[in-house]
């Protein structure tokens, strides 16, 4: 854009250009917000690739992220030690896998990771009950959770082993018709 | 359970899953996509037992290397960003494409740069075009406070703000400019006219000293000085205009552009409801209120305010109890006995003939009031101001009252019918929008009928000259009072009864306060409002063609009213109205009030005599008499195409392969839905058979294993020759954690 930015080098942002789908403006913005999080953290020179890592206590405050029932799942998937501290990497890769510009089937894999709880690569039966628990918040009681879960399952089963695998997700999910319009985060 | 052995739980209690699983196949298509996952569980050590992944050792890692290797060619068509791999693998990713570019010819090194430049203008001209639509931030506030079901409605009033912009562009660009400019242009206008007993027109134009409160009611209703404006159709006395080289056809380019808006409109609603009804035909009812829809695409991931989120979050519970009584009331329904659905079925039967008899006395009071209406303007002895003004608004405030009061009636009645939810809400919502659309087709068959009908017998100009010596601008005038009065109606009522309401509630902790609480934005009813608008404009446009600019500078109004209101006083309506749903709903209610408006617009263009005292088609017959007249001045070769186009033959076999290819198309999917239904059965079936085969083999390989131990201390060498492919095989597909006792057989064979 012939701005001189000395945040990241032409290269650099190449790179995140055609690794993700922000432009270079959203690029730079989206590095002043991973900035904001932690100032004393995050260096503003990203030229060299610096190791650093912004804590999931402070990402989940962003507002963006604030109100989400999943926002700890969401930076736990997105990071590459699976506890949750993102690197900038990681936080570009977050907000553009779940940005609006992101295909259905980029956001299924990550939906699907999202909501599998314990990593084994199927949501179960408690996968299912935890996604539950933290929508409604506990007010459902436990046979409603039970019936509802238990209906969830049966509809969206497709081999009939009591629990989703990817393409049992994949399939439910392309019948789904508000995944689109509900699965995105604008930053 | 004995099904599921497979997925043994180890001492420990935790699920571990077959090494045999990991490896099938489909899994190991996943995997590359997944690697991220296992990486991260890898560093999570002993907190899971994932036994496979990270002790499937040297062969895990081989063969997962060849699939990267054979799958890098299949994702290259993918573009790099579309991948689920963490960046640090996409970036390795690009360079190992970039490397592999060099090797490519210089012809498909240029073939690829240009894509990707071109991919790249494409993304920042489509950012620049998103940073231009109109109220993007009003409407990301509202998206973040509200969600998207009201998101919704506010971005259909942006599409109509557009829509009516872009008909009001072509109005002006292709019949006001050319009156406009035709004499900065040195154009010579030819006028239509007529000499005859039908062609006296006394223009309503006041003179003399006019009372002030003359010139507002002139304003509020289209008469006197606004009448003889660009404002209505009987101004437009053009016939032609001749410019130095051509002559521009103004007659026929006001007939074209009519057709032409209306056409505009019908591809741009079809264009934008395309992708909604192609998940509407896919699935029924059923599936629409599905628990997994609501589990896990239920939460929308915009809300940004703590209000928002408590609220979505008390409408997902709202919802899922919804739908749990539903199936409550599913098997109630089910269990029905004849006695009681004949009971049920005559009850429907009177209410609906109850409806049908509210709809009519409705429709009858319009009539009512449009005819007294006219008699009243036509009189000339004039009461009153404020009492004119009502006579003039007769029609209007009638047809308001009967949409204020019909939905609640509709609403009262279907609690008796019994249906099930989600069809009680969508009948309710089509009885309101027929009562909606049609009072305005009343209304302008009243109004018609006046027009048509003549003292004594048949009329003479083939309309009533005496009380209409130009009823396009009567007809334009009546729909300019009906735009007007409904923008009045929706900002009065959200300005002395909606703010009040709050008011009363905020200060007052009476019964009757907390009765009238807090309202809710209720989006069906405040979507028929502006279709209802949007319907007048188009039936409008041909007598008013200063309509859609008027039209527009509504919406644009009501946007910021609503905003406001919606942001004060309301909450958004607990029985939610899906994203998904609604803007399918919102079109087609949009596109029934298109259908709706085509139907007068057609009438009055090819049915009705148009008036010799005014207007562009004073030449002629009917207002479609100058496309004929056209036609034959054509061309000898042109002017044969068109009338063979236009001939019968040619419209009979069109409908006739238009209906071939309707049923085709139905053969295709209801083979397509056998398919599915099919390959669904088929999956499972496959899914079964997995599992099966994979229980045998683990039931082998515990018996394999259990068997080793005795082996160490009797070699048996016959069972270990026998099948040595059996058990090496073994050893070098699974790890050795799970057959730590495959060694000692190896060991004894050697021996």
Known sequence: ?187 | MEVDSVFVTDHSGRISSNPLLDQLPSYQSLLYRRKSSTVGSKQRGSSRARVGSSGSGKWGINTFVRLTVKQKSQTEKRHIRELAKPMAEKRKHKKQCAEDAQKLSSWQQWRQSTRKYLRRMRDESEEWLNSLKLWRGDIHLIEGMFGTGILSYFSFLRFLVTLNFFIFLLMFGFVMLPIIIAPHASGNITFSQNESYCSVYKSDSRRGLVNYHKYITDLLSGEGFLEQTYLFYGFYNVDKIHFSHITYNLALAYLLVTIGYLFLSLIWIVKRSAAGFKHNLIQDEDCFQSFCNKIFAGWDFCITSENAAKLKKKTLLYELKTDLEDEKIKQKIAERTHKEKCRLYFIRLILNLFVIGVLAACFYCIYLATIFSQKAQMNEQKVNFIVDLIYEYLPSIVITFANFITPVLFSFIINFEDYSPAFEIRFTLLRCVFMRLTSIVVLLFSVWSRITKCKDGPCICGYNHDLYPCWETHVGQEMYKLTIFDFIVIVSVTIFVEFPRKLLLRYSSSALAKWMSQQEFSIPQNVLEIVYGQTICWIGTFYCPLLPAICTLKYFFIFYIKKVSLIKNCRPATRPFRASSSNFFFLGVLLIGLTLACVPVIASIAQINCSQACGPFVNYNTSWGVVPATVYQLPEGVKKLLLALSSEAFAVSCFVLTCLAMFYVIALAGAHKRVINELRHQLEMEGRDRRFLIQKLCQAQKRSGVRSPQSKFQPRRSSSRSSPSYHTSFATNFSDAVFLAHAAPSASTQV
């Open chain 1, 1 to 187: 854009m012939g701005n001189k930015q000395t945040t990241f080098t032409e290269e650099q942002l190449e790179a995140y250009q055609d690794c993700t789908f922000f432009t270079r403006k959203e690029i730079l913005r989206l590095h002043a917000r991973y900035r904001e999080l932690a100032p004393h953290l995050v260096p503003l020179d990203y030229t060299n690739n610096p190791d650093i890592k912004v804590p999931m206590t402070l990402i989940i405050t962003m507002p963006e992220l604030k109100e989400n029932p999943f926002r700890e799942r969401i930076v736990e998937t997105f990071s590459e030690d699976g506890q949750g501290n993102l690197s900038f990497n990681d936080f570009i890769d977050m907000f553009s896998a779940l940005c609006e510009a992101s295909p259905r089937e980029l956001k299924t894999i990550y939906a699907f990771k999202i909501y599998d709880f314990n990593r084994d690569n199927f949501i179960c039966k408690e996968d299912l009950e935890k996604t539950l628990n933290k929508l409604t918040k506990g007010e459902l009681t436990p046979e409603e959770v039970t019936l509802v879960c238990d209906k969830a399952i049966e509809e969206a089963d497709l081999d009939g082993d009591n629990k989703l695998s990817f393409a049992d997700f994949e399939n439910m999910i392309s019948k789904a018709p508000d995944f689109l319009s509900n699965f995105h985060i604008r930053i």
